[in-house]
């Protein structure tokens, strides 16, 4: 592999003009693509085989003037007054008058008006699913009612429900990443190429994302995702590479050879990085949740995308960058880092001597930290956690104010069956099982569609839609109406959906991390030959993923310091989250794994002790580790300014992730096993030896046809 690239980053860099113009061509053809195929994006999150998905499924076939999207308009009269139907009037004929709007529900007609007399709540009913609202239309329906004098009025429900935008606040993470650079590489030019060449791969992914988005339903986190994983991994890449050809370039390399070198031997250690990241994200698949794998394949394929750039536009940009790729220090000769003087050398030395101190202080830290994950708890986000003065937010506390936060986590009961007696009958033992399930606040008269066949029951839970004692009532109502005969009954609403994505994926996740975890041995095996590193390697990830947990369940789920993030109601993680921050840490923690223990491995099998070669691997990658960990840390940690939480939460635990593998696990607890281990480190039985694919990342082929060229001037690689 590392003779192909080496001949790739040769190609690249003397074909300079034709490799930029033919990304350039790329981009602007897939942002025409995108601009002309452009889908909407929603929060559907569909679970097919669940009983909710059921029940909406047999909704839209047997009553489909309610499975269209629905509103809450919330109506509150000022403190010490009572609303009548004169008032609220005006609210519900503007409703009804929306665009779209098949049904718009007087409150006093159906007796959805507190008890005080105070609140009211009009139901509006859409005549077409989410992803089919328009703008236009969620602005009409903002609009309605709020002229009328005298009253608040709010507007909430899962009609509003809309993509985040993505604007400013990940352009932090960008300035941050862009001021790295320049300390890492102490030049402007190599800073800017490496960022310029990080946005391009970024937005050709981008752009081919929101070209299928008009085929394929997304869900409004998945480009998002896509966006924050390839700015990072992105960045990262082409600064592995950079770093590696400015290193040659140093000892004296001509440009061009320096290039295809660079290629050779950090473009190795990308493809095997970038390939981990995307099998993990590929993986997704296996849970079987239709809007996961879609996550997971789309922001595969802004890294496959990063890759590319990395390996063909970055040794372009180089040829066009020259020398000025170095700091002024190294073009005139000097070497800052001569001697193992330099941090990196440093910092290798004090963990390999104190190496069982500090491999017990690590793992005993990691260890507390994750304690708090014993109590996770998952949950599909509700309004309740919107940003405050949002409309879906103030609706949602209007309605909990007036109502109860029950209010705002309505179930749904479909009871199906042959013929209206049937059908009556079931739903009227239904409602009074229900009324009796603990948990439930009250049970609305059933409303059958016109053929009889088909009833609602509304049902008003307690406690609000995130509350365990909700998720309680759910599956206590499921048991008691199972034994109904003569009807199919099933519970939906978006709370009972949340609750059944959230079960699915956390029986999914023990499955997940073991395959996870499993190709991490695999794979490193393949890499560095060698039975002890992975299964170390594996132990790490295991404690990165553990800690991140623990301090996301910490701050977004307990509370702690929570305000210092934006977080004012913690509640359940996002239940995809955890599942999401297994596939992207495995890949991200495989990128340093590679880069620090490759360089230990090949110092090894040159002739240092296996104490010199791990303080070697350490001085010669630690610096462009710490730069890579800090861009990912930053460019994620500006996704935690959106006021999205699932954006929030998930930008929080994928920056604290990196900073704790980057920092903790494999520039302190790597080297000390690394060092403790020893000879033993590196010991592979023979027959599996023999039987394992060489994947030739450090790139000793390469070495030796450098060498057997540099004896022979006749022989030519290329």
Request: hydrophobic share 55%.
């Amino acid at each position: 592999m590392a003779t192909l690239l080496y001949r790739l980053g040769r190609f690249s860099f003397r074909r300079r003009g034709r490799v930029a113009a033919v990304w350039l061509l790329l981009l602007v053809v897939l942002g025409l693509a995108a601009a002309a195929f452009h889908g909407p994006t929603g929060d559907k999150f569909a679970m097919p085989g669940t009983e909710s998905q059921r029940a909406l499924d047999a909704l839209a076939k047997e009553f489909p003037q309610a499975s269209g999207a629905t509103g809450t308009i919330v109506v509150a009269a000022s403190q010490g007054r009572k609303l009548d139907a004169a008032a609220v009037a005006p609210v519900v004929k503007e409703a009804a008058a929306v665009p779209g709007v098949v049904a718009a529900v007087d409150p006093f007609r159906v007796g959805a008006v507190s008890a005080d007399g105070r609140y009211a709540l009009v139901q509006v009913q859409f005549d077409r699913g989410l992803k089919d609202v328009t703008d236009a239309q969620r602005a009409a329906y903002l609009k309605a009612g709020s002229s009328v004098a005298g009253l608040r009025v709010e507007h909430g429900g899962e009609v509003l429900n809309a993509a985040p935008e993505v604007g400013g606040s990940e352009g932090i993470g960008v300035v941050i990443a862009a001021v790295v650079l320049i300390v890492t590489f102490g030049s402007l030019v190599a800073a800017g190429m490496t960022l310029l060449n990080a946005l391009i791969g970024v937005g050709a992914g981008m752009g081919g994302l929101f070209a299928l988005s008009g085929l394929v339903e997304l869900t409004s986190v998945t480009p998002v995702l896509a966006l924050m994983l390839g700015l990072a991994v992105g960045i990262d890449y082409s600064l592995f590479i950079t770093s590696r050809y400015r290193q040659f370039l140093a000892e004296g390399v001509a440009p061009e050879e320096a290039a295809g070198r660079a290629v050779g031997t950090a473009g190795s250690a990308v493809v095997f990085a970038g390939a981990t990241v995307v099998i993990a994200l590929a993986g997704l698949s296996v849970v079987g949740i239709p809007f996961l794998s879609v996550m997971g394949l789309a922001a595969a394929g802004t890294v496959a995308v990063a890759v590319l750039v990395a390996l063909t536009l970055l040794p372009a940009f180089l040829s066009y960058a020259g020398a000025r790729v170095l700091p002024r220090k190294q073009r005139t000769g000097e070497n800052a880092d001569a001697g193992g003087r330099g941090f990196g050398y440093t910092w290798g030395r004090v963990v390999t001597r104190l190496r069982v101190p500090i491999l017990l202080a690590g793992v005993l830290g990691l260890g507390a930290l994750t304690l708090p994950a014993q109590d996770l708890r998952l949950a599909l986000p509700d309004a309740g956690t919107a940003a405050p003065g949002t409309p879906a937010r103030e609706a949602y506390d209007l309605t909990s104010e007036g109502f109860g936060e029950g209010f705002n986590a309505r179930l749904i009961a479909v009871v199906s069956a042959a013929d209206r007696a049937a059908t009556t009958a079931a739903a009227g033992e239904a409602a009074r099982v229900i009324q009796q399930t603990p948990g439930v606040l009250a049970v609305a008269p059933p409303q059958p569609n016109a053929a009889g066949t088909t009833a609602l029951l509304t049902i008003i839970p307690k406690a609000g839609p995130t509350a365990a004692a909700t998720e309680d009532a759910v599956h206590a109502i499921r048991a008691k109406v199972a034994a109904i005969g003569g009807a199919e009954i099933a519970v939906t609403g978006a709370t009972a959906v949340g609750i059944d994505v959230s079960d699915k994926l956390a029986d999914a996740m023990p499955v997940y991390l073991l395959l996870v975890v499993g190709l991490s041995v695999l794979l490193l095996m393949l890499v560095f030959r060698s039975i002890l590193v992975p299964v170390k390697a594996a132990l790490g990830f295991l404690l990165t993923v553990g800690s991140t947990f623990g301090i996301t369940v910490a701050i977004f789920q307990e509370g702690h310091l929570a305000g210092l993030l934006g977080v004012d109601v913690p509640g359940p993680l996002v239940s995809f989250l955890p599942i999401l921050l297994i596939g992207i840490l495995f890949g991200l923690a495989m990128d340093y794994e590679v880069f620090l223990v490759s360089r230990m491995r090949e110092d090894y099998v040159h002739g240092d002790t296996p104490r010199q070669a791990t303080i070697n691997g350490m001085g010669h990658n630690a610096r462009v580790v710490t730069a890579a960990a800090l861009i990912m840390t930053a460019v994620f940690g500006g996704f935690v300014f959106m006021n999205d939480p699932i954006i929030k939460s998930m930008g929080f635990a994928l920056a604290v992730g990196v900073l704790v593998d980057a920092f903790v696990v494999r520039m302190t607890l790597v080297p000390a096993v690394m060092s403790m281990l020893g000879r033993a480190a590196w010991w592979l039985p023979r027959a599996l030896d023999r039987a394992l694919p060489d994947l030739d990342v450090e790139g000793e082929r390469l070495r030796h046809h450098l060498t057997a060229r540099a004896a022979s001037p006749e022989h030519a690689l290329l």
